[in-house]
């Protein structure tokens, strides 16, 4: 199976605090990996890491086996690596419109490439709202329009925020549809979740974090009735 | 009755150059987060550089053209050779631009001398227009008609092109920005170029009015300073709105009550600090 993102030995620091310690993992090609754990364990912090708003310390990072450790965020999006962030960050004062349009890439063969078309297609709630400031959306459609934006990306790896975050069950059940059709359109996802139900029914691979550790790395269904592991590291159950 | 027609138009035309010279500064501030403290050393600068040009090509429209290039040309540089080596710090940052705009004093001074230094009005603007037995002066007329075409064409670069939005969306959330990956530091360039510029073409164009001469910089920065406060920063129509407030306050102020110019200048940058810290149309804190 092709590597499409893997860690090895990262290490990352905000000032003095030691966030990720030697984390290493990787995301095979048109598969989901969820990344786990509670909060503080050091999941927002290894998605900053890859994208570089936090250029870890040392260690690698490759994207289909290109580095791309220490780069600048723009040009590791330009690689091919999108994100959807936690909280969302839509432009609110731009347009739904506008927010789709300055991030679209083109990357040279790409079978079927994400347009403005496909996008609105996926999201017909954002088609009739093109026009509107993205700030005036409900958290649901800003959740998409985040989505969309990274699609317009093109993006061969996505990673993904905690994109249930603060949305009604029924959203978060839109958003899950969105991700299974992405992952079925081979799609290679990394989903950051703390909403274990969805994560479970997306993830084929898991990754637990504890303290900026890996705790745990293997197969979902491993993990699915490893009820000590859970609660070790999640303390949900 | 004269008196405050023409005033009104002083104030207009005042309020024309100074948007020239504050759209820039707004949207260098709005988008790369600091003062640029050279900016009205690029406006001295684009009157001098007129000047000189001026007795090659006898054409203020070519100069002005000319001008913003030259002086764009010397922001680029200025942005990508200096300010890139101090990306992230925002204090070091403004604290060079202070040091250019002195070292863009000194070497005027050096190159054009200490003495104010007209540039003459287009031959075929110099008559005045008669409407209805009040004289208006015409080049005032056309530099308000200036202002204005650009402060359209800006608008429509900024809410029309995926250019535009791309300095936009730098606005809002620039870290954002880069991660869906918008070249963050070209546009750096691109707006340093066009505030660049448009301060420099504004120094040319405001030659006729204001003339060419050591202290021009600092007269005009802190005023470039007040109508960003004002109007709010990285907001085009705040400093349209307030370029033509301040040109008002300036004008009148001056005319009516001389001695207390300044206090009136910046009596409502205080107010407005005080009670709208944003400025009229702005979105960032600054």
Same mark, same amino acid.
């Given at each position: ?68 450790? $220490? ?17 969302? $960050? ?90 299974? $059709? ?56 | ?5 023409? !005033? ?24 790369? #987060? ?140 620039? !870290?954002?920005? #880069? ?85 009136? %200048?910046? %009596? ?19």
């Amino acid at each position: 199976m092709t590597e499409a993102l893997s860690l090895s030995g990262v290490n990352a620091l905000y000032g003095d605090s030691h966030v990720l310690h030697e984390v290493s993992f990787s995301l095979s090609a048109g598969r989901v990996l969820a990344l786990l754990g509670r909060n503080g364990a050091g999941k927002t912090t290894c998605m900053n890491a890859i994208i570089g708003f936090l250029p870890p310390r040392d260690g690698r990072i490759s994207l289909f086996g290109e580095p791309i450790a $220490r780069l600048s965020p723009e040009a590791i999006s330009r690689r091919g690596i999108g994100l959807v962030p936690q909280g969302r $960050r839509i432009f609110p004062t731009l347009t739904v419109r506008e927010n789709l349009v300055v991030a679209r890439q083109l990357r040279p063969g790409t079978a079927r490439p994400w347009t403005l078309e496909r996008v609105s297609e996926l999201f017909p709630r954002l088609q009739e709202r093109q026009q509107q400031p993205a700030g005036s959306l409900s958290g649901g459609e800003q959740q998409m329009l985040a989505i969309g934006r990274a699609l317009m990306g093109n993006p061969r790896v996505l990673l993904m925020d905690e994109p249930s975050e603060g949305l009604a069950p029924r959203i978060v059940a839109e958003v899950g549809q969105t991700i299974a $059709r992405l992952k079925k359109e081979g799609l290679s996802i990394v989903l950051v979740e703390q909403n274990i139900k969805l994560a479970f029914g997306l993830a084929d691979d898991v990754v637990m974090l504890n303290t900026g550790r890996v705790a745990f790395s293997g197969g979902v269904d491993a993990l699915r009735n490893d009820e000590a592991t859970l609660t070790q590291h999640l303390g949900v159950f | 009755m004269q008196f405050w027609i023409i !005033q009104t138009l002083n104030s207009l035309a005042l309020g024309g150059l100074l948007f020239l010279l504050s759209a820039g500064f707004s949207l260098i501030f709005g988008l790369m #987060r600091i003062a640029n403290l050279t900016h009205g050393a690029l406006f001295m600068l684009g009157a001098y550089v007129g000047v000189t040009i001026l007795r090659v090509v006898p054409d203020l429209w070519l100069a002005a053209l000319l001008g913003g290039l030259l002086v764009a040309a010397f922001g680029g540089l200025l942005e990508r050779f200096i300010l890139r080596a101090l990306a992230g710090n925002a204090l070091g940052q403004v604290l060079v631009t202070l040091g250019v705009a002195f070292i863009i004093a000194d070497f005027c001074l050096i190159v054009w001398g200490g003495d104010p230094i007209p540039v003459p009005t287009p031959e075929y603007l110099r008559r005045p227009l008669i409407v209805a037995g009040v004289a208006f002066p015409t080049y005032r007329l056309v530099v308000i008609g200036i202002a204005i075409v650009t402060a359209i064409v800006l608008h429509l670069l900024m809410e029309r092109t995926r250019l535009g939005a791309m300095i936009r969306a730098g606005v809002d959330d620039m !870290q954002m920005a #880069r991660a869906v990956g918008i070249p963050v530091s070209r546009l750096f360039t691109i707006v340093f170029c066009l505030g660049s510029a448009l301060a420099g073409a504004g120094g040319i164009i405001g030659g006729p009015i204001l003339s060419a001469y050591p202290g021009l910089d600092f007269e005009m920065l802190p005023l470039a300073l007040i109508i960003v406060i004002l109007g709010g920063v990285g907001s085009l129509v705040g400093a349209f709105v307030g370029s033509f407030i301040i040109g008002f306050i300036y004008t009148f102020g001056s005319a009516l009550l001389p001695d207390l110019a300044y206090v009136i %200048l910046f %009596l409502p940058m205080i107010f407005v600090i005080a009670f709208r810290p944003r400025g009229l149309f702005g979105r960032l804190g600054t």
